[in-house]
C-alpha cells in the first residue's frame, strides 16, 4: 500500500476534461497544457461548487489559490489545442499518469453526453447522487423510473403523441380536462361496420357496455352482446319498447322519487313525456310490471320482483334435481339442483319469470337419440347441427329411398301405465329440404285416441290432423327450432309402446325418397302427464326432474291474519285437465286457508276456507291457453274481493277471514299437487286489504 503525504487534496475516479492534477506542495507542477486563461479561474472551475466541479469520485478538486501557487512556482505554461490537459505526473511511487491515462478518464467522463449515446443499461437525470432514470428495458423499450428505480417517475409532457397499436392505462385514477373524448378517430368516408363506446370489465360476470349501433343507428346499453337501444329523452329506460325485456332498470333516476309523479311525467301530455318513437309513456301499471315500482301508496311485505332473477329474503326453494330451462340468449341450460330456475322466452328474450313444475320423468333412452334409437327406411347423421343447447349433438334424420314408404326414427319396448296419459315431445328444424315432421300414436289399438300429426316446421304450424280429438301443439323455441309434441291415453290393456319420429313431405305420409333430403331433431321425451314440461336430457337410464317447491313462514314477513292483498302475474302455456294452483295461505289443517287456482275448464276461482266452512269461492274469465294472468285478490272483516288483468273486480262480502295461517306456497297446494306448471313473472303480498281502484291498477 502507498501513502501520500502533503497532499492537501486527493479523489480518485475520472478526470474532466478542464480537470487540474495536483499533488500537494511538495512536488513540482510540469504546467498545463490547453487555451490560455487565468489559473486561478481555472482552478475554481473544479472546485466542489465551480462550473466544471470534479465529484468526490474525482481526481483534485483545489481551491483557486493552491492551484494560482503551483502555477506560480513552476513557471506554468500554456498551449493553445481542442483539448487541454495536465502534464504528466507521478501520482503514486510506482505509478506514472500517461498520455493513454488521460483520454480514457477524459473518454469515461463524457461518453454520456456523445452523439452515439450511452452504453449503459440506466442513465441518470441529475446531479448523478438523484433524479429520474431513464432505463432500458429492451431493444425497444424504454422506461423512465424514480430515484431509487423502486417506482415509476413522474412525466409532464405538452402534447403526446402515441404510436403503435395498444395504449393500457394502469392508474387508478384517471382525470380529463377534455369535455369531447373521440373514438374511431382514424375512420373517415363511409361509417366503419361496427360499434363503439365504452366496455367495463365485470371479473367472472359478462362485461357491460355503452355503446353506438353503427348498423342499427342508435345508441345501446347493457350486457355486452346484447344491449338494448337507450332513449335520450330526458332519462332513459332500458328496451327499446315497453313491452320489451329485459326492461329491469332506470337510468339517470335519484334513488328516491314519488313512483306516481314519475309515471306522470312519461305520459303522452306530461313534462317529460316520451313520444312513439321513444320507448313509450311509460304509465304506473307500466312501472309496476317492468319494474316493481308499487302503483298504489303501500310497499309489499313480500316481493317477488319482476326485474330480479333472485327470490325474496326469507323464502325457501328446493328441488332435488337438475332441470333445464331458457335463458335470454335462448339457449338451454341447466340449473344445478336446488337451484330456481328464471326462464326467458327463447325468441323474444323477454323474462317469463320463475318456473314452477311438477314432477316428471323421461322414460325415453338417449333423449338427443344418438343411440339406442333404430332407422327404418331412413338415416341418421350424427352432429350436424347445433342443437338448442347450443352444442353441436342435433342430428339429421333423412329419409331412405324407398318407394311409396314411410321413413321412420323409433324407440321401442317402452312400458307404459294402463289409462295414464302420456306427452311425447321432441326438437326439430327444417334442413331446408322441405321436409315435415309426423308424429304418431303407435299401435292404434294402444291409445284411447289414436292418430298421427303432421307439423310445418318452416312455418311453425299443424298443418294436418288425422284424427281432430288429438291434441298437439308447436311451441317456437329460436333460431329456427320448434318443439311438437302430440297428448295421448294409453288404453286400458296397452303394456308397451314405440316412440316413431316420421317424416313426411307435403302432408303426405307415405312417398318416395331421395336419401338425402330430411329434418333436424334433438331432444326426445315422453312423460307421463297431460301438458309438455321442461325438457329433461337422458342417456342410458330415465331421468326423473323433481318438483319446484317454494314457500315462506309467514311469520318471517309483515303479516296480518285479519286482512291482505295477494298479487300474482303467471304465465301457463299448457292447460292441462288437473287443476294449476296459483298460490296458497295455509295454516296446520286445510280447515284454514286461501287459496287461486285455474281449473281445467279455464275458470280462476279464488276461494278462502274459515275453520273447514267456505267463506268465499269467486270465479272469474274462461281463458284458454297460452293463459297469462294478473290477478288480485284482498280480504278484511267486511268481505272479499277479486280482479282479474283489470277486469272489473267481483266481491263477496261477508264471511270469516281464516285464521291461524301459517305458510305461503307460490305455485302449488299444500299436499303438492295441482302445481302451477308455468312461471310466476311478479308476485306481491300488501299486509293490508285493498280497495276496487288499487285492484284494477295492480293488475290492469
Request: with cysteine.
Amino acid at each position: 500500500m502507498s501513502v501520500l503525504e502533503d497532499v492537501e487534496t486527493i479523489r480518485i475516479g475520472v478526470l474532466s476534461r478542464d480537470a487540474v492534477v495536483i499533488d500537494g506542495e511538495a512536488e513540482a507542477y510540469r504546467g498545463i497544457q490547453g487555451p490560455v486563461g487565468i489559473v486561478e479561474e481555472h482552478a475554481e472551475r473544479h472546485a466542489i461548487d465551480g462550473s466544471d466541479s470534479l465529484s468526490p469520485l474525482m481526481i483534485g478538486a483545489e481551491s483557486a489559490g493552491t492551484a494560482q501557487t503551483l502555477v506560480d512556482g513552476h513557471e506554468a505554461s500554456y498551449d493553445h489545442s481542442s483539448m487541454h490537459g495536465h502534464a504528466n505526473k507521478t501520482l503514486l511511487d510506482d505509478y506514472t499518469q500517461t498520455d493513454a491515462d488521460l483520454v480514457e478518464a477524459v473518454s469515461q467522463r463524457h461518453e454520456q453526453g456523445t452523439d452515439d449515446g450511452t452504453n449503459q443499461i440506466a442513465f441518470r437525470i441529475g446531479d448523478g447522487f438523484d433524479g429520474p432514470l431513464l432505463k432500458r428495458e429492451s431493444a425497444d423499450a424504454l422506461s423512465i423510473r424514480g430515484n431509487a428505480d423502486a417506482d415509476w417517475a413522474d412525466l409532464t409532457v405538452r402534447n403526446l403523441i402515441v404510436k403503435g397499436t395498444t395504449t393500457t392505462i394502469d392508474s387508478e385514477t384517471v382525470a380529463v380536462a377534455d369535455n369531447i373524448l373521440t373514438l374511431n378517430s382514424d375512420v373517415a368516408g363511409t361509417p366503419p361496420s361496427t360499434v363503439a363506446g365504452i366496455e367495463v370489465e365485470r371479473g367472472d360476470e359478462l362485461n357491460a357496455r355503452l355503446v353506438f349501433d353503427e348498423d342499427d343507428d342508435v345508441w345501446k346499453a347493457g350486457i355486452a352482446g346484447s344491449e338494448a337501444a337507450v332513449s335520450l329523452v330526458g332519462h332513459g329506460h332500458i328496451g327499446s319498447d315497453v313491452s320489451d325485456l329485459p326492461w329491469t332498470t332506470l337510468t339517470g333516476v335519484p334513488t328516491t322519487f314519488a313512483p306516481s309523479a314519475h309515471a306522470d311525467n312519461h305520459k303522452y301530455d306530461g313534462p317529460d313525456a316520451l313520444s312513439a318513437n321513444d320507448v313509450g309513456a311509460y304509465s304506473k301499471a307500466d312501472l309496476w310490471h317492468k319494474t316493481g315500482i308499487s302503483p298504489v301508496d303501500t310497499f309489499p311485505s313480500l316481493h317477488f320482483r319482476p326485474d330480479a332473477n333472485t327470490l325474496p329474503d326469507g323464502v325457501t326453494f328446493s328441488r332435488n334435481s337438475i332441470a333445464t330451462f331458457f335463458d335470454a340468449a335462448g339457449i338451454v341450460r341447466v340449473a344445478a339442483a336446488n337451484s330456481p330456475r328464471f326462464a326467458y322466452d327463447p325468441v323474444t328474450g323477454r323474462r317469463s319469470g320463475l318456473i314452477i313444475e311438477e314432477e316428471r320423468t323421461n322414460i325415453i333412452y338417449y333423449s338427443d337419440l344418438s343411440s339406442v334409437w333404430y332407422a327404418t327406411r331412413s338415416n341418421r347423421i350424427a352432429n350436424a347441427t347445433h342443437a338448442p343447447d347450443g352444442t353441436v349433438t342435433a342430428s339429421k334424420f333423412c329419409e331412405g329411398t324407398e318407394e311409396n314408404s314411410t321413413h321412420l326414427y323409433s324407440q321401442g319396448s317402452i312400458t307404459l301405465t294402463p289409462n295414464e296419459t302420456y306427452t311425447r315431445s321432441v326438437f326439430v328444424k327444417s334442413s331446408g329440404d322441405d321436409r315435415q315432421l309426423l308424429l304418431e300414436t303407435d299401435g292404434y289399438a294402444n291409445w284411447v285416441v289414436s292418430g298421427y300429426v303432421i307439423f310445418d316446421i318452416e312455418n311453425g304450424k299443424i298443418v294436418l290432423k288425422s284424427n281432430v280429438a288429438i291434441k298437439a301443439g308447436i311451441e317456437d323455441c329460436g333460431d329456427g327450432w320448434f318443439r311438437c309434441w302430440l297428448i295421448s291415453t294409453a288404453a286400458s290393456s296397452v303394456t308397451s309402446a314405440v316412440f316413431d319420429i316420421a317424416l313426411a313431405n307435403k302432408g303426405v305420409n307415405s312417398y318416395s325418397g331421395d336419401g338425402v333430403s330430411g329434418i333436424y331433431i334433438w331432444g326426445a321425451q315422453l312423460e307421463a302427464g297431460d301438458t309438455v314440461s321442461s325438457y329433461i336430457p337422458t342417456t342410458s337410464t330415465f331421468i326423473t326432474r323433481r318438483a319446484d317447491v317454494c314457500h315462506v313462514a309467514l311469520d318471517d314477513i309483515p303479516f296480518h291474519y285479519g286482512q291482505g292483498t295477494i298479487f300474482l302475474d303467471v304465465s301457463i302455456r299448457f292447460v292441462g285437465i288437473n287443476t294449476h294452483c296459483l298460490v296458497e295461505f295455509i295454516g296446520s289443517s286445510t280447515d284454514n286457508r286461501i287459496f287461486i287456482q285455474l281449473e281445467d275448464g279455464g275458470n280462476v276461482t279464488a276461494i278462502a276456507i274459515s275453520d273447514g266452512v267456505t267463506s268465499a269461492n269467486i270465479i272469474t274469465g274462461n281463458f284458454t291457453e297460452p293463459v297469462q294472468l294478473k290477478i288480485a285478490f284482498s280480504w278484511n272483516e267486511h268481505g272479499f274481493i277479486a280482479c282479474v288483468n283489470g277486469n272489473e273486480p267481483i266481491a263477496m262480502f261477508g264471511g270469516n277471514v281464516p285464521v291461524s295461517l301459517e305458510t305461503l306456497r307460490i305455485g302449488a297446494h299444500s299436499a303438492g299437487n295441482h302445481v302451477l306448471n308455468g312461471e310466476v313473472n311478479h308476485c306481491a303480498f300488501f299486509s293490508r286489504a285493498f280497495e276496487v281502484d288499487d285492484l284494477q291498477r295492480l293488475t290492469q
